[in-house]
């Protein structure tokens, strides 16, 4: 393990009451609820148990980047749609599944602090016990849960992105309106094809810049639905194309493409969708080892340091995760919580 800093014992006072949690879970997605979830069914008491959320509410990730309109479908990324633990998802509508994740936090006493950012995690030396630092306080725990997603940095382009382009680059579809507009969305996979179908009945003109010739990450009906639109004509598919530059043309996105074909064009918006990253840097600072790209996990997603782990997004490997894989991530993680620390550890 990479040496953290050891803090004192002092610290992760709660209003001027040092309150040892059994767990602090980081993130109030998907898989940072259900955690919480997990923890409260095998137990542990609601004061015992704290989410930390960066954002000013919970699944921020869904409400940012899922276009309003979106099915979410439980089998997506083609993982099998089979829950194992106490939370579950059947193919729902955003609002649906957004109402679920938050009437889950009422009905289990989840205490949840909002706006706090998460900065530094440091391990005592001796004993099992994390010191949590945050952008406002301290926490102390037995065990910490990692549960903050890919997407706080979406993917960008290789090329340099003008500045005086900001409004007109984006990386979701729910921050600016589009509507009536030309818009270009680059990107092969599920993603691609909802900002696809969602920007087409938005009125947009929308074409798509793929980099393959076939669009092999797709499920199958985003790839039906993208197929389906471009044979109406709706859609204008840019197979095996490399976007190579992007200009200013006095304030709209001037795209030039290495391939002759395409030459260069102008849209109103390009849309990335590009996923996200392993956040290294935050992992690695607070001790993780990584086996090549990913972090080194061992059963029940636990990282080379003992008690902390991760779930969600962060244990999925390159292929993304799912909301049923989150949640079936923090049961397995609960499961060797219960095993190895929470309940053999003094109180
Ligand atoms: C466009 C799109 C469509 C999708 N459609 C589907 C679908 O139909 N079905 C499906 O099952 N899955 C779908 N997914 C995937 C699914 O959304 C993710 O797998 C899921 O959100 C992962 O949950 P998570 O809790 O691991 O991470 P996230 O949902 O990303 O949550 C992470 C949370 O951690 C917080 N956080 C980050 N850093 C910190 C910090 N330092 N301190 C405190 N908090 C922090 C973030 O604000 C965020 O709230 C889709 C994803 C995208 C992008």
Known sequence: MQSSPILSTEHGNEGGRVNVHDIVIIGAGPAGISMAVEARAAGIASEKVLVLEKASEHSFTLKKFYPDNKLVTANYKGFEAVCTGVMCLIDS??????????KTIGDHDIRVHYGETV????KHEVKQLFIIVTDRSE???KVVVIAIGILGKPNKPEYRIPPTLRKKLLFDVTTTEMKDSHVLVVGGGDSASEYCQYLIQKNNRVVLSYRRGEFTRMNDINRESVLVLAQRGELEIQYNSTITLIKDASGTPEVQYAEPEYGSRTFDYVVYALGGTTPHNFLKTIGIEFDGDAPYLKEGYETNVPGMFLVGDLSAGTKGGSIIWAFNSANAAMKRIVRNYIGSLPP
């Not at 509508?93 to 938050?102: H, R």
Request: glycine share 0%; aromatic share 12%; hydrophobic share 30%.
């Open 93 to 102: 509508s955003k609002n649906e599944t957004i109402s679920y994740l938050d």
């Open 119 to 122: 900065t530094k995690i440091a």
């Open 139 to 141: 926490y102390q725990a």
